[in-house]
């Protein structure tokens, strides 16, 4: 059954345009030009109950828009949508019950008292009742790691504490739908795969839906199997994560180890060398050229190891973005 | 995830606990900066020593000399009066403070959560006037005992009532218009000057410079506006300007002042969150 249903979303912005100059400034006193921004255009997808998404694209593409449409603080030009058969933006204390929005910003938490005091006060404002609250509060503190810094003041904690507490914070109340917008931002490497982890875990325990958006792919190929790709507003994939990979890639990674301890001359025209360590060598080759490389270095080099391998999804996404900038910036 | 059914009682209960957590915690939150409170406390004090000593010098110790009804004695007492009203009714950084999370974005919480902001930052402000209240009591009761001289008798108890009703309701009045200016911050993102021009405007029309006796010449309306309340009702109502009489009156048309300002709030909060989420959240 869908937990999220979206449908034909649509969100635009009026921005004001303000040109150069002084006299273009005392000329916006009186009229101001503005120019509408689609922020999101005909956004369409279902995401069933108990599933985690992740939502691609890059800055300025429509992710936190989506966010804070299903999150009800936004109200959308046109099109519908339904969180668990609720209409976000009603902002019903029904539907407010069921879900959490997490960002990487400070937010649910009291900055100057302990998170037990905040987490006391969450028990009160979603009704948890008290046995529910004290087990819960026993499970999140251990898989989080964090028990020992329930009674010091959050303005003391790490970023990297902060934002395990803001995960309590947000699911003291055991959502049935959870938006994470870029959780790990600015976490070091092991908080970052503390929370990771965590998240894997909690999802599978308690199959809730979750919809994540974040920069990090490594978050997102631990956690998501399904991916929407968002660009400009606009849904440009929605499928497997993998499917990525083979739908964008041009290319595919040819990894050679030559026999003689060296490298021969003039691979460039295979394609663009990714890293010479000879006598090892990684060379990115577009897809429909691979077997003809292959052959023809055979051909010409003694060769002990091969194998081809897909790009790494990192890469992929990057390009696929860059591309999109590059050809926005050229028309 | 089950969503019971709850009677109107439990319901009831539910929303008490909370009002009551909200205050205890924002209680404990005040204590974190007792020593920077108990300084800005005490510091408040100054301006009533240089009021007295103006009033002195204009009045020359001459205790016959009255001023649209007030002799000396009555003036230091109006004093002494107001500043306990303001102590009810001003709400240090409550517009900015609401203004502000407007500006960063930070009231999402109250949109997201299961929570009525203006009733959040209702018991948030309850707390910060009961801790205020224990430094506070201190200082005042030497301000008084040090002005004994000058003060008149405690008045009939129906008027010492009428006054703590009062002063009860300046504090919601206060609230409210403090409040009210802070959402503005919805349509105008840019609020600080309004709050400097309310907060002279506010000095002024509340009685808190001068009584309102001796302004009422020049703004004739002035006992009409919702000012009067924050510092010039309670007072003028323990010295007894206001005829016993008329108490009921006056207390009347004090609550409905909270009733309109409570419509107000509540209109502008709905409308600016609209406003919020149709101009991108």
């Keep these: ?331 | 995830m089950t969503v019971a059914t709850e009677s109107f009682g439990e319901e009831l209960r539910a929303r008490l606990r909370l009002k009551w957590l909200i205050l205890r915690t924002a209680i404990e939150e005040r204590l974190v900066y007792r020593a920077d409170f108990a300084f800005s406390t005490l510091v408040r004090f100054l301006p009533i020593v240089t009021q007295i000593f103006l009033w002195s010098a204009i009045f020359q110790n001459d205790t016959a000399r009255t001023m649209k009804g007030y002799n000396f004695g009555q003036m230091v007492s109006y004093y002494l009066l107001v500043m306990m009203a303001r102590a009810f009714s001003s709400m240090p950084g409550l517009s900015t403070g609401i203004a502000s999370s407007i500006a960063d974005g930070s009231v999402r919480k109250y949109l997201i959560q299961p929570v009525d902001m203006l009733d959040h930052l209702f018991w948030h402000r309850v707390a910060h006037k009961l801790v205020y209240y224990v430094i506070a009591a201190g200082p005042f009761a030497l301000v008084f005992w040090m002005c004994r001289a000058h003060l008149p008798g405690w008045p009939a108890w129906p008027v010492t009532a009428a006054f703590v009703a009062s002063l009860l309701m300046s504090f919601a009045i206060g609230f409210l218009i403090e409040a009210l200016i802070g959402l503005i911050a919805f349509w105008f993102l840019e609020v600080s000057s309004l709050i400097f021009i309310y907060m002279m405007l506010s000095y002024f029309l509340s009685g808190h410079m001068i009584p309102l006796e001796l302004l009422s010449q020049w703004i004739p309306f002035v006992d009409y506006l919702p000012f009067r309340y924050l510092a010039y009702a309670p007072a003028a109502i323990m010295l007894g300007k206001i005829p016993q009489e008329q108490l009921p009156m006056e207390l009347f048309v004090q609550a409905v002042w909270i009733v309109v300002l409570f419509i107000l709030n509540r209109v502008a909060f709905h409308r600016g969150v609209q406003r919020y989420s149709s101009y991108g959240g």
């Design chain 1, 1 to 331: 059954m869908a937990a999220i249903e979206v449908r034909e979303l649509c969100r635009e912005y009026k921005v004001f345009r303000k040109r150069e100059g002084l006299m273009a400034s005392v000329r916006g006193l009186f009229h101001r030009e503005h120019t509408i921004v689609s922020a999101v255009r005909n956004v369409s997808f279902s995401i069933d109950e108990g599933e985690m998404v992740a939502f691609l694209g890059p800055n300025g593409a429509g992710k936190t828009t989506t966010l804070k449409l299903l999150s009800g603080l936004v109200v959308p030009s046109s099109g519908t949508a339904t969180v668990l058969g609720h209409v976000p933006w009603k902002r019903e204390d029904a539907y407010r019950r069921r879900f959490s929005l997490v960002t990487g910003q400070k937010e649910q938490l009291w900055w100057d008292l302990p998170a037990q005091e905040s987490f006391r006060l969450h028990k009160e404002i979603y009704r948890i009742p008290a046995e529910d609250y004290t087990r819960r509060i026993d499970e999140l503190t251990d898989l989080l790691e964090v028990r020992r810094l329930m009674a010091q003041p959050v303005r003391e904690l790490s970023l990297g504490e902060r934002m395990r507490m803001e995960l309590i914070a947000a699911l003291l109340h055991r959502p049935d739908v959870l938006f994470l917008d870029e959780p790990t931002i600015g976490l070091d490497v092991v908080s970052q795969r503390r929370v990771q982890e965590f998240l894997r875990h909690y999802q599978r325990e308690q199959r809730i839906t979750v919809i994540l958006t974040s920069h990090y792919m490594k978050d997102v190929e631990a956690l998501c199997e399904r991916a929407i790709v968002i660009n400009k507003g606009t849904v440009i994939h929605d499928g497997p994560l993998a499917a990525i990979i083979d739908r964008f890639s041009r290319h595919k990674i040819i990894e050679l180890q030559f026999s003689d301890n060296g490298c021969p001359e003039g691979l460039e025209r295979f394609g663009r060398i990714v890293e010479t360590r000879p006598p090892r060598v990684r060379i990115q080759v577009e897809k429909q050229r691979v077997s003809e490389c292959l052959a023809t270095i055979l051909s010409q080099h003694s060769v002990d190891d091969i194998s081809v391998v897909e790009r790494p999804l990192e890469d992929v996404i990057a390009e696929l973005f860059s591309t999109d900038d590059a050809s926005r910036a050229a028309t």
